[in-house]
Each structure stands twice: as structure tokens, then as C-alpha cells.
Nanobody, 123 residues
Framework: QVQLVESGGGLVQAGGSLRLSCQAS????????MGWFRQAPGKEREFVAAISLGGTTFYADSVKGRFTISADNALKTVYLQMPSLKPEDTAVYYC?????????????????WGQGTQVTVSS
């Protein structure tokens, strides 16, 4: 089992920044990919960014060039740096862990999820 705990969400004005953290515990050695997804009210959970154990990063087009995913300690802690936030970034942000292979952009391939952290960007 893997436990994931997100933190760092909050309320910011447009143009502000936040840094989300995801702390993994348990059988973390089996995690090959860690990802961030977000879910806005009334919408599906969507891919934001992911990072592999080898350090390869992946981004959704909507955040590419703006958000940065990073990790340390063999993916035990994963970060999402979010500068220049926009109101459309408002959502609950979830951290996910993938043990096996699969498209990193697809949530059904992730085996574990955190409880989520709320990000609200006011205009």
C-alpha cells in the first residue's frame, strides 16, 4: 500500500503562485510515476503533470511552460510549482502514484490517490 498526502493549496489572487507538495509513504519503491491531476466543480478529473522515476516530465498543454513538476528522494516527495495562476486553475488538485506502466495522462492507470488539496484563484 502507498499513502499520499497533498498540501500547499490555498486561496490566491490571479497572477499569484502556489507550491503543492505530495508526500508518499508505504511501499513507495514500487512507484514508477507520480502525477498531478485536478478536478474543477462539475468537470472530470484532468491530467496536469507527471514525473517518472527517471526524471522525465510530462505536462498538459494548458500548463506547459507555466507549471513545473519536480521530485526528490525517489519520488517520495513530489512538488508542483504553480506561478502565474489563473482563475481557470481553480480546482481540487490530486496526487497520484502509478506502479506499473501506462499512459501517464490517464487517471485509470494510477493505483493510489491522495485526498486532494483545494486551489482557488480569484480574479
Amino acid at each position: 500500500q502507498v499513502q499520499l498526502v497533498e498540501s500547499g493549496g490555498g486561496l490566491v489572487q490571479a497572477g499569484g503562485s502556489l507550491r503543492l507538495s505530495c508526500q508518499a509513504s508505504g511501499r513507495t519503491f514500487s512507484n514508477g510515476v507520480m502525477g498531478w491531476f485536478r478536478q474543477a466543480p462539475g468537470k472530470e478529473r484532468e491530467f496536469v503533470a507527471a514525473i517518472s522515476l527517471g526524471g522525465t516530465t510530462f505536462y498538459a498543454d494548458s500548463v506547459k511552460g507555466r507549471f513545473t513538476i519536480s521530485a526528490d528522494n525517489a519520488l517520495k516527495t513530489v512538488y508542483l510549482q504553480m506561478p502565474s495562476l489563473k482563475p481557470e486553475d481553480t480546482a481540487v488538485y490530486y496526487c497520484g502514484a502509478m506502479r506499473g506502466g501506462g499512459p501517464v495522462t490517464m487517471r485509470q492507470y494510477y493505483d493510489y490517490w491522495g485526498q486532494g488539496t483545494q486551489v482557488t484563484v480569484s480574479s
